[in-house]
């Protein structure tokens, strides 16, 4: 079974973490790291590290989903995923939404975190709309 895990700038991983539960409920396996600006990135770099050993070792797969290419989170990931010889591959996917997450809970039993990591970044580009105001009256009642 694959591990998740969303590792961001600042409070937005446990903001996604947090919606996403209120959507769907449980999110197993999906975890939050985030770089803070009082912890620096030595802790981010050590909590990260940590996280993601502990998923590597008790996964199929690991997801990290981060919210920007080319930052500290990205980066980090990045080269766990480049890293020969772990137990279990390491995919990375940079631009993460909450549309993403809640996708991925539905994907934790695939046998391929690479495939996954593609399907996700497919089904986000097609959740990415301009909205119009509609043409006839819509009601507010779900």
């Not at 802790?43 to 290419?69: I, K």
């Not at 593609?118 to 509609?134: F, H, K, Y």
Request: net charge negative; with cysteine; glycine share 8%.
């Amino acid at each position: 079974m694959l591990t998740v895990i969303i590792a961001t700038h600042g409070p937005l991983a446990d903001a996604l973490l947090t919606s996403g539960r209120m959507i769907w409920g449980v999110l197993p396996r999906t975890h939050s790291i985030t770089l803070e600006e009082d912890g620096g990135i030595v802790a981010f770099q050590q909590a990260f590290t940590a996280g993601l050993t502990e998923a590597v070792y008790h996964s199929s797969g690991v997801l990290v989903l981060c919210d920007m290419l080319s930052g500290t989170p990205c980066n980090l990931a990045s080269r766990f995923a480049m890293m020969p010889g772990l137990p279990a591959p390491v995919a990375v996917v940079a631009g993460v939404n909450l549309p993403m997450v809640l996708m991925s809970a539905e994907l934790l039993e695939e046998p391929d975190v690479h495939q996954v990591a593609r399907r996700l970044i497919a089904q986000a580009r097609e959740s990415m709309t301009g909205v119009r105001p509609a043409t006839t009256p819509q009601p507010d009642t779900f």
